[in-house]
């Protein structure tokens, strides 16, 4: 499976250079690939769009409580959506989708069974509220490959106030 993370705040114009991007990407791996993604709005969306449009196989993992889907923050759940109808498979995983630490737990767990990370990222390290830098780090150092993922012309949402 090729997993992907990567920066939540990408502008509109980035997640499009991005999707064309990843599309590339997945076109060109073996047959039977599969991808993997934490669903949400945003670059996880672009994922599944990515792999449909490259012909391969998705599994969405969603945050669960208990046996149950837990419940969505409202910016996700559109996408939600889409992502469940694109997907050929959907996994429950327990976090709580509200939480920093809880998504950066279920990405590390998701990197820990890929054989591959595409890292939307801009090089930047880590700052408290974006974790991209951990998770390349974290795939980095348990031998997994990483490949960056930032096309020319990809920017970032400036920082809103605290």
Do not use: K, N
């Amino acid at each position: 499976m090729i997993a992907v993370v990567g920066h939540a705040d990408l502008t509109p114009e980035t997640l499009t250079l991005v999707e064309a991007e990843l599309r590339a990407r997945l076109e060109r791996q073996e047959d039977g690939t599969r991808g993997v993604v934490r669903v949400g709005a945003g670059l996880p969306l672009a994922f599944g769009r990515a792999a449909r449009e490259a012909g391969r196989p998705l599994v969405v993992l969603l945050p669960a409580q208990g046996s149950v889907p837990a419940v969505l923050p409202h910016r996700d759940r559109p996408a939600a959506g889409e992502l469940l109808r694109l997907a050929e498979q959907m996994r429950l995983v327990p976090y709580d989708p509200e939480g920093r630490d809880a998504c950066v737990g279920a990405d590390e767990r998701m990197i820990t069974t890929s054989r591959r990370l595409l890292a939307v990222w801009d090089g930047s390290p880590a700052d408290g509220r974006d974790a991209t830098a951990h998770l390349v780090a974290f795939a980095r150092a348990r031998g997994i490959p990483v490949e960056v993922v930032w096309p020319p012309g990809a920017t970032r949402r400036p920082p809103t106030g605290r």
